[in-house]
């Protein structure tokens, strides 16, 4: 994997975290040499240096001098998209074969907080796309995804979209890839679309969470809000510890 050199510092960082996701290193796992990793990554060995020392004030890794690189604790969701579990993941976890269907793509109003998200002034027409996630015959996840009017998504190929993996998808079509998520996370009592589309009672307590991407320049490219069926979908939390410190970083799992 190459990478260019708009923001170069940033998309090496993400790059790293992608690379320690995609090859499911834990803590304690070493990390290639240097020289190795500089070369998978497409970067010199000064740039990597450069991105390490952010990641290890991060806690991210930790560099043993004549030893090696270690990862020190999993990236936190805002570093990494990688961080944040795919959807399939999710419900392969829960013990059930995922299947996506889109229920429809179009171009909507969309509710105020989108629009605030975005830095839109009036309430022109925005594109979105409401999906659902099987747990195998059952509805497990329900979404409503929205799309900055910067990004054009209406001209974007959806052909290729199966339903599923909205970061991949994005990853692979826009000159500024994803680079952050933010998601906000609480319990909620079912009603409406949500109730209905995930076929359980209303007022049900089930958990909602409202997840932002941006991009390497940290402008905001979706809004999504997100249903969990509280049957199939639970979430749990794991504190990292360090030694000599009295603070705690809380990494969601998935």
Do not use: C
């Not at 993400?14 to 320690?20: E, F």
């Not at 749990?236 to 799992?253: D, M």
Request: glycine letters at 4%; proline letters at 8%; aromatic letters at 10%.
């Amino acid at each position: 994997m190459i990478v260019n050199n708009n923001a170069r510092l940033a998309q090496v960082k993400s790059a790293l975290l992608a690379y320690i996701g995609k090859n499911s290193l834990q803590v304690g796992d070493k990390l290639p040499s240097e020289g190795d990793l500089a070369k998978i990554l497409g970067v010199s060995r000064n740039t990597l240096r450069e991105t390490y020392i952010t990641l290890e004030a991060e806690g991210v890794i930790i560099r043993r001098h004549g030893i090696g690189t270690f990862v020190a604790q999993p990236p936190m969701i805002k570093d990494s998209l990688n961080a944040f579990a795919s959807f399939a993941r999710i419900i392969e976890q829960a013990g059930y074969t995922p299947h996506f269907k889109i229920l429809q793509m179009t171009e909507t109003t969309a509710p105020p907080n989108v629009y605030a998200t975005f830095r839109v002034a009036d309430t022109p027409p925005i594109f979105s796309i409401e999906r659902l996630v099987f747990a195998d015959q059952h509805p497990a996840i329900y979404l409503n995804d929205y799309f900055s009017p910067d990004i054009h998504a209406p001209k974007l190929n959806w052909d290729e979209f199966d339903g599923g993996n909205v970061v991949q998808f994005l990853a692979e079509t826009l000159p500024s890839p994803p680079h952050q998520l933010h998601s906000h996370i609480k319990a909620v009592a079912l009603s409406g679309d949500a109730a209905r589309m995930l076929q359980m009672p209303e007022n049900i307590p089930a958990l909602k969470a409202q997840s932002i991407i941006y991009d390497m320049h940290n402008e905001p490219i979706t809004f999504s809000n997100i249903w969990f069926n509280p049957t199939i979908v639970e979430f749990n939390t794991v504190r990292i510890i360090r030694p000599g410190s009295n603070k705690l970083r809380q990494t969601p799992v998935f």
